[in-house]
């Protein structure tokens, strides 16, 4: 059986506690819950099928099931609606999702931090950016940082637009990767460059056809738009947002 990366117990109280298997009290305390689990349940969470999952995962799906189970357990709530024919996420399962994405990103980044000491890695820069929204000429940036400095990692993670200098000022990433105008008095701001706005229009529009138009012939159109974390609005530049005095 094949476990998915590095698997961890979390929380502790001072208190000796035996090493965590499946013959635990699957009601356990959540602060001893199981990144194995949490692995789990995302990939579940992510297929919304358990045998897709469980192939994902290298295990059988009666295992898999009862983990995740298990973990429902640990917490105290149901994170899926199961049927015969389908699996759903409930509102504390999609609540939980990008918590435990985060937890198991965090978890692994921790190992490759411990990892890369042993390797002569000095250091860990973590950059948020806007989910499938990474400016090109920030991977030239990451190119040009490495070289200069080959003991630090990048560590690239996605954040929501209006969480990522909240992250930034709480100490979570280093560096964010946002678009302007955005709440960030007290940090330096660094211009990457500037990303238009691309409107696709029907053939028969008025509009079609054009280059350019200013965007407000759009104020009375109906739209279709993603959701407004995962795009920069207008020509806004795209910049790099980190706290007062840090030079990387």
Known sequence: MA???PCYALGGTGKSRPAADDS???ASDYRYMELRRVRYFVAVAEELHFRRAAQRLHLAQPALSQQVRKLELELGVELLHRNKRSVALTTAG????????RLLRQADEAARTAQGVREGVRGNLRVGHLPDCLPSMLL???ARFASANPGVNISPETVPMRRAVEDVRAGRID???VGLPAPVGEFEVTSLGAEG???AIADRHPLS???SFPLERLEHERLVLLPRCQIF???TPASAVRPPGDTR
């Open 140 to 142: 030239r940036v990451f």
């Open 197 to 199: 706005t691309v409107a």
């Open 3 to 5: 476990v998915a990366g």
């Open 175 to 177: 560096v964010a990767v």
């Open 94 to 101: 999609m609540a939980f999702l990008p918590e435990a994405r």
């Open 24 to 26: 635990v009290d699957p």
């Open 209 to 211: 056809g054009r280059e």
């Open 233 to 235: 609005w207008g020509c």
